[in-house]
């Protein structure tokens, strides 16, 4: 059984943070790395930030030194926390593993920044 929840969206100013959190179940969270991504209105999904079991992490150029992934294994747990927030960061978070290897995703979490 495959097992993604994210939650901690929600709605926030320009300048704002907010910390995602994401559950797994073991057989994803297992793999060689986590990942969150987000699908903006009518553009495709993109990967915003991973880490591997390791805890090595990478960042899309339009986050980076604004978001931090982390995650805790012991949970199966894996976290985002924005900051600087601007309205291009707008849209549904998902994690998923990296690269995915199940066809499966979570309902996501809205993420909307607005004034």
């Known amino acids: 059984q495959v097992r993604l929840v994210e939650s901690g969206g929600g709605l926030v100013q320009p300048g704002g943070s907010l910390r995602l959190s994401c559950g797994a179940s073991r057989n994803i969270f297992s793999g060689d790395a986590m990942a969150w991504y987000r699908q903006a209105p009518e553009k495709e999904r993109e990967l915003v930030a991973s880490?591997?079991?390791?805890?090595?992490?990478n960042y899309a150029d339009s986050v980076k030194g604004r978001f931090t992934i982390s995650r805790d294994n012991a949970k199966a747990t894996v976290y985002l926390q924005m900051s600087s927030l601007t309205p291009e960061d707008t849209a549904v978070y998902y994690c998923?593993?990296?690269?995915?290897?199940?066809?499966?995703w979570g309902q996501g979490t809205q993420v909307t920044v607005s004034s």
């Open positions: 880490i591997t079991t390791e805890g090595s992490t």
């Open positions: 998923n593993s990296h690269p995915i290897e199940y066809n499966y």
